[in-house]
């Protein structure tokens, strides 16, 4: 302050010194420059105005990671996108697919989490690769079945950390239900499924006291690749009256072989998710994977509109169910389509 001050002694004594001509001269001078600062001031203000106006314009980048290119999973992903479109948010889409192949997981996890604001993991592995890459940034999933189980979530109810997202649970008790509706003499069911996916490994669990329950005995052949369809279904198939499909995504994923071995033995595949029925199955009950999808897309609209934490944002169900017939099917094992009625 003292500096200043004298500063400004020192200018005066010195405009005092110079003639009336040379302070006019002067005085414009300063006015000028004076001028000057408030203009560059104002625009600089301006400008600064501009960023932050451009960076709430910046499109919200979303990583989607797809584990496996199956029906349901491709349509889980459309349904994300379709839903984050329609809301007019500025977003941008990173869609990467792992083929079905674990060991691509992580390095594509890394790079989706390094690039990314939000991330979407579409499956299980998918979902648990990014929780493992990323623990700080938004993790929404879909097409998982028991997120809690698979470590994503401290609970369904309250996730508790940066995951949470919509469940494929089947509607076990209404699938077994349908079985039984269609094959009421069948005493022995047959499982094919991944053991090595905790999703399928959940699903074998809980179905099994059902199908007892309902008086079958169950019977299971596991994989770890759809290399190995061939030799364990042909083998299933032999001691099997009918097949419980559940969600599966490697057994999806060969929907074409899985449902042709059956139907040379005249066999039904009863289950599973509704895409893998509409390409070769029987029958299911069950919800679409597109509406599922959208259903993942608003929770994030809400996280990014209305602030809501991810931790307390409880995993969510689909509410959508609808029975699903495939009539080329039926009729290829003698089955009249409109006998198959949804499950009370």
């Known amino acids: 302050m003292t500096k200043k001050k004298g500063m400004s002694k020192g200018i005066n004594k010195t405009i ?33 105005s501009g960023q932050s106006e451009g960076k709430t314009d910046e499109p919200i980048k979303v990583g989607i990671l797809q584990f496996a290119q199956v029906e349901a999973l491709d349509s889980a992903t459309e349904g994300v996108k379709e839903a984050l479109e329609a809301s ?4 941008t889409f990173d869609v990467q697919n792992a083929q079905g192949d674990t060991s691509n997981l992580q390095s594509i996890s890394q790079k989706l989490a390094r690039d990314n604001d939000i991330l979407v993991g579409v499956a299980t592995p998918a979902a648990q690769a990014l929780a493992t890459a990323e623990k700080e940034k938004p993790i929404f999933f879909t ?22 997202g919509t469940s494929d649970m089947s509607p076990l ?20 499924y991944n053991s090595s996916e905790a999703n399928s490994k959940f699903l074998v669990d809980n179905a099994t006291p059902l199908l007892e329950d309902a008086g079958l005995t169950v019977e299971t052949g596991t994989i770890t690749s759809t290399n190995d369809i061939q030799q364990v279904l042909s083998s299933l198939l032999n001691k099997s009256d009918v ?3 559940i969600t599966d995504n490697t057994v999806d994923s060969a929907m074409t072989l899985v449902g042709n071995l059956a139907k040379e033995q005249q066999k039904g595949f009863v ?9 070769n199955g029987l029958a299911t009950f069950g919800m ?57």
Request: hydrophobic share 40%; glycine share 10%.
């Open 143 to 164: 097409a998982v079945t028991d997120a809690e189980s698979a470590g994503l979530v401290a609970s369904n109810d309250e996730p508790g950390g940066n995951v949470t």
């Open 243 to 245: 097949l419980f499909g």
């Open 173 to 192: 008790k209404e699938q077994v239900a349908l079985l039984k509706s269609i094959f009421p003499d069948a005493k022995t069911v047959g499982i094919l």
């Open 288 to 344: 679409s994977y597109l509406e599922l999808g959208k259903q993942t897309g608003r929770m994030i609209i809400r996280h990014l509109e209305d602030d809501e934490a991810v931790s307390s944002m409880p995993v969510e169900s689909s509410e959508n169910l609808e029975l699903v017939v495939n009539d080329d099917y039926a009729k290829e094992i003698g089955i009249g389509p409109e006998s198959i009625k949804a499950p009370e």
């Open 271 to 279: 289950g599973s998710a509704v895409p893998a029925v509409e390409a």
């Open 16 to 48: 005092g010194k110079l003639t009336g001509k040379d302070r006019s001269f002067l005085s414009k001078v300063i006015t000028a420059v004076g001028f000057l600062l408030v203009t560059l001031m104002i625009v600089g203000c301006g400008n600064s």
């Open 88 to 91: 007019g948010l500025s977003v």
